[in-house]
């Protein structure tokens, strides 16, 4: 009986060697898979997340005037699998640390991250289009200092199109010219057999 009560007396002591929680905060892991979250900025509507989600936790509604649409994760269906953010193009799907899930039934329906998207105009044609996120158009024409990616961001797929034909245009014409010049040398040139 004796060492019980050493034992209890350093421990009363000593206080709780375990995690603190409830009555303190706790340690979150860093790659603990807590609630999805979207970014706004980033997310261009395309629905792959929609169509990686295993639980059926997205929904990507366009609305009604055709100027955007909705994108909503129900957290109380979300199955924590990270397909959402690992299939995600431009980043905008992410899962943060957050694992306070425990909600009373009644708020089942509340659980609900919705963001609305309005589209933009096109800087030359004018059609409705959402632009592509700034980080994604400077990697994309990365390769391409001519081009300036804030102004190629704010162009519509079509217009994109046209402008990289212009473009191109003249380095393919180079090429057919140089080609022909080279091919009138080869013919020139005198055959030995």
């Known amino acids: 009986m004796a060492g019980f009560l050493k034992v209890l007396f350093r421990n009363v002591l000593e206080g709780p060697s375990t995690d603190p929680f409830p009555l303190g905060e706790t340690f979150t892991p860093d790659r603990l898979r807590g609630r999805a979250r979207i970014n706004p900025e980033l997310c261009m509507g395309c629905g792959i997340c929609r169509h990686a989600?295993?639980?059926?936790?997205?929904?990507?509604?366009?609305?009604?005037?055709?100027?955007?649409?909705?994108?909503?994760?129900?957290?109380?269906?979300?199955?924590?699998?990270?397909?959402?953010?690992?299939?995600?193009?431009?980043?905008?799907?992410?899962?943060?640390?957050?694992?306070?899930?425990?909600?009373?039934?009644?708020?089942?329906?509340?659980?609900?991250?919705?963001?609305?998207?309005?589209?933009?105009?096109?800087?030359?044609?004018?059609?409705?289009?959402?632009?592509?996120?700034?980080?994604?158009?400077r990697r994309l024409y990365s390769a391409t200092p001519e081009l300036d990616p804030e102004q190629i961001r704010h162009l519509c797929p079509q217009c994109r199109r046209q402008e990289d034909?212009?473009?191109?245009a003249g380095t393919i014409q180079v090429t057919t010219t140089e080609t022909l010049a080279a091919r009138e040398l080869t013919s020139a040139a005198p055959t030995t057999y």
């Open 53 to 137: 989600c295993t639980a059926g936790a997205i929904n990507i509604t366009p609305l009604s005037d055709g100027s955007g649409y909705t994108i909503a994760i129900w957290q109380n269906s979300c199955c924590l699998c990270a397909s959402c953010r690992h299939y995600c193009p431009t980043g905008a799907m992410s899962i943060s640390n957050d694992w306070h899930g425990a909600h009373p039934e009644k708020e089942k329906f509340s659980r609900l991250e919705q963001h609305t998207i309005k589209y933009e105009p096109c800087a030359a044609c004018g059609v409705l289009m959402r632009p592509v996120p700034a980080a994604l158009a």
């Open 165 to 168: 034909a212009k473009r191109n």
